[in-house]
């Protein structure tokens, strides 16, 4: 992970959540309780979430999660993992400190690999992308499911011009005014202007060397969430 994102993660937590929610209007919540019910439908023992951040889709997966499921949590921001260890609901989740391109799993481990808001992270650039998904790849079981909830682009051009002017004049001054960071929402309003696409993203997900992708729009295309298949 690109050093000046990792430093940046190290002032934002205090006000991560609630920033995400009036930025999104809300539809934060939505989204993840939908991409935690994809996920948790593939059952099984052994769940990892991804640049899981302050824990909220961990939690969201322990409330949808069998009895003996052990949920895992990997990031690479300890104070982000410090927030989410405060939430009573978080008390029997794993907090492991990691490198999405090394993770420190062996291969074949987990059922269900989820990872939301931090696919853009990732993509520094599409080699650290690709490595990062590689590693999810591997260390999926066979038959294991990957759930990716990201923002996206929105198909028409209009809506998509739309959403652009919106992040423009929003991200930036209100992430600044309510955190304090200019530089972390800054790049927050840059890096979602200028993602890929769903089609875009299912490709590099289908490059990684996972199977069986399909996505779904939503909130006019300005998020996505996509599935696949090891």
Avoid at 31 to 48: D, I, P, T, V, Y
Avoid at 148 to 177: C, D, M
Wanted: charged share 20%.
């Amino acid at each position: 992970m690109n050093t000046s994102i990792q430093e940046m993660f190290t002032t934002v937590p205090p006000t991560y959540r609630i920033l995400n929610q009036i930025l999104t209007l809300g539809q934060d919540n939505v989204w993840r309780k939908r991409a935690a019910r994809l996920a948790a439908s593939a059952g099984g023992r052994r769940w990892l979430d991804a640049c899981g951040g302050t824990g909220e889709m961990a939690i969201e997966l322990s409330r949808l999660a069998n009895y003996g499921t052990s949920i895992f949590v990997a990031d690479f921001s300890l104070p982000m993992m410090g927030k989410a260890r405060e939430k009573s609901e978080a008390k029997h989740i794993i907090f492991t400190l990691a490198n999405m391109k090394c993770l420190p799993f062996q291969s074949d481990t987990f059922d269900v690999i989820t990872i939301s808001f931090a696919t853009r992270n990732l993509s520094i650039s599409q080699d650290n992308l690709h490595q990062c998904l590689g590693e999810f790849q591997r260390v999926l079981k066979p038959g294991g499911l990957f759930v990716n909830l990201e923002t996206s682009q929105p198909r028409w051009t209009p809506i998509r011009r739309l959403f652009h002017l919106y992040v423009k004049a929003t991200v930036k001054p209100i992430g600044r005014l309510i955190s304090g960071s200019e530089n972390a929402y800054s790049y927050l309003s840059h890096s979602i202007r200028h993602f890929y696409s769903p089609e875009e993203l299912a490709e590099i997900i289908r490059q990684a060397g996972l199977r069986e992708i399909g996505f779904k729009r939503m909130f006019l295309g300005s998020a996505a969430i996509h599935k696949a298949i090891k």
